[in-house]
């Protein structure tokens, strides 16, 4: 079997022989039945490879479509005048290199089918103008797709004068696709996020948002009916190549990869595309989308929100909270959800009110292995021998081991990366005890109070108190006051408390008490 790994032209893929999973009666649905949409998902995850499918169809190549379900379906075949518009490219640090590439397409269009505006230095008319002359002249329907329509704005995250630049061409450019109405056949833009109120959306209202329609749920990655049908023997591979049954392999796919949801009901898991087919392709699991770069500003996001780490999984919000991502706003859930960290687990119909998890092991441990050098000096190569010797200590019950190298991670922590120091170091002990595979929970509550850390091993429970600008002593008091360790009392395990101060001046651990 042939991977598509880095193919997006749909042409190219089924010249080559390469496996596609037949996504071609959505599309017909698709087609049929509206004309204008937006469509929002994660990075790699098969929008590039959909809008070439959509060019192929509305060019009239039916031999590329020679056994799949739109073959079937489709009793005539027509070629449309297509505007195929990739803003994936480019890193748009200016507003001339946005206008560049866009007029660069709009001369293209422009030789083909002709334009009385190819001078007028509006990029918006020039559009306008380009679709009228391909609609007369060659009597069809314009279908015009758009790609990563949202690149140069979320390219100049943290840059809000940049962002307005963009954010003005693009309404105007974006905007004529209402105007021009008469003269489509079909469009869709895709994108990672969706920008809403005052953003270039504002004026496209005519628009259908499929991002969480149940119809078009798995238009693009794998579900697990596909998985099994298209890749059964591929999977009987890997398990061999792992020292697995078949079985067990479809259970790591599953927990690894599956998990997306794009509707309300939870119709079934989506799977990541871009990390099977790597895995089925290289034999091995591993990180492999979340490996392909995750942008640092989600991560200054969540800490200039003051965000708490642990409350990413389980956040309940709403739909309008998830649907629009303000241009100036810092609320890091609605990114977070629409660039694929965080995707719908539950859904309350009554309140309508939405409960968000991390899809899968893979997103789950690569993002939070990916926050620690953000909240320490640690560097990310040097993480997993840190991770270790914390390992080590909490396993062998060494708790002052454990605590000297706390101590060591947050001494000379830059002010600038603490603005809240209890929620600060909050983040930090979650993130350390996360990565070390242990259970852990912050703020643990019992009947008397809440725990700031449990952690768990086979042989141990710590129950560790931090007082911020008070003493170890307090902070011991107020294990023994609240009977913290009452609810293990006859776990087995053996318990340890450990009660330790952080100094508001110097902003770091300075003394702690372990009561075994």
């Known amino acids: ?61 039916k031999e590329l479509f020679k056994g799949l379900a739109i073959e079937q379906l489709e009793k005539e075949w027509h070629t449309y005048p297509v505007m195929h518009l990739d803003l994936n490219a480019e890193r748009y640090e200016s507003k001339e290199e946005l206008e560049n590439i866009l007029s660069t397409y709009l001369r293209q269009w422009e030789e083909i089918y002709g334009s009385n505006e190819s001078n007028n230095p509006s990029l918006s008319q020039r559009f306008r103008a380009v679709i009228r002359s391909a609609r007369e002249k060659t009597g069809r329907g314009v279908a015009v797709l758009i790609d990563e329509y949202d690149k140069p704005i979320l390219q100049a995250i943290g840059n809000t004068a940049l962002q307005d630049e963009f954010r003005n061409i693009l309404k105007a450019f974006y905007g004529v696709l209402k105007s021009a109405d008469a003269d489509l056949k079909f469009a869709l833009l895709t994108g990672v996020t969706k920008f809403g109120k005052v953003s270039i959306f504002s004026d496209l209202n005519n628009l259908n948002d499929i991002s969480m329609d149940t119809a078009y749920h798995n238009i693009c990655g794998i579900t697990d009916e596909e998985l099994h049908t298209v890749f059964d023997k591929e999977i009987e591979q ?51 989308w979340f490996n392909t770069g995750t942008p640092t500003y ?44 965080l995707t719908v687990a539950d859904y309350d119909k009554e309140f309508e009110l939405f409960t968000l998890d991390y899809p899968n092991e893979e997103v789950k441990a690569g993002f939070i292995n990916f926050l ?45 990366l603490i603005r809240d120091l209890e929620n600060h170091y909050q983040n930090v002990v979650y993130i350390i005890t996360k990565l070390m595979g242990l ?16 952690i768990g091993t086979n042989d141990y ?10 003493t170890a002593q307090q902070a011991i008091e107020q294990i023994n006051e609240k009977n913290y360790a009452l609810p293990f009392a006859t776990d087995g395990r053996k318990t340890i408390k450990i009660g330790a101060n952080v100094s508001k001046e110097t902003r770091s651990i300075e003394e702690w008490i372990i009561i075994e």
């Open 1 to 61: 079997m042939i991977y598509p790994i880095g193919k997006q032209n749909f042409e190219k893929l089924r010249n080559e022989g390469c496996v596609y999973v037949d996504k071609t009666a959505i599309i017909y649905k698709l087609v049929k039945e509206g004309s204008a949409y937006f469509l929002s998902r994660p990075r790699r995850f098969g929008k590039s490879l959909l809008l070439s499918t959509l060019e192929a169809y509305f060019t009239g190549k």
């Open 238 to 288: 890997l398990a061999g190549n792992n020292d697995q049954t078949k079985e067990e392999a479809y259970t790591t796919l599953k927990r690894d990869y599956d998990g997306y949801h794009f509707d309300r009901r939870k119709t079934s898991g989506i799977y990541n595309p871009f990390s099977v087919l790597n895995t089925l392709s290289k034999k091995e699991y591993g990180n492999y």
């Open 298 to 341: 989600l991560v200054e996001l969540i800490k200039k929100a003051d965000f708490n780490v642990e409350e990413l999984s389980g956040y309940i919000a709403s739909e309008d909270q998830l649907n629009s991502i303000h241009v100036n706003d810092i609320d890091p859930i609605p990114v977070l959800y629409q660039s694929g960290y």
């Open 372 to 416: 620690l050098p953000f909240y320490s000096r640690v560097k990310e190569k040097q993480a997993q021998a840190i991770i270790s010797k914390f390992v080590t200590s909490v396993r062998k019950g060494k708790a002052n081991e454990f605590m000297q190298q706390l101590q060591s991670l947050m001494a000379g922590t830059p002010y600038e």
């Open 439 to 454: 259970y852990v929970q912050a703020e643990y509550r019992t009947s008397n109070g809440r725990i700031d850390i449990l």
């Open 461 to 470: 429970i710590y129950i560790i108190e931090l007082k911020f600008g008070g």
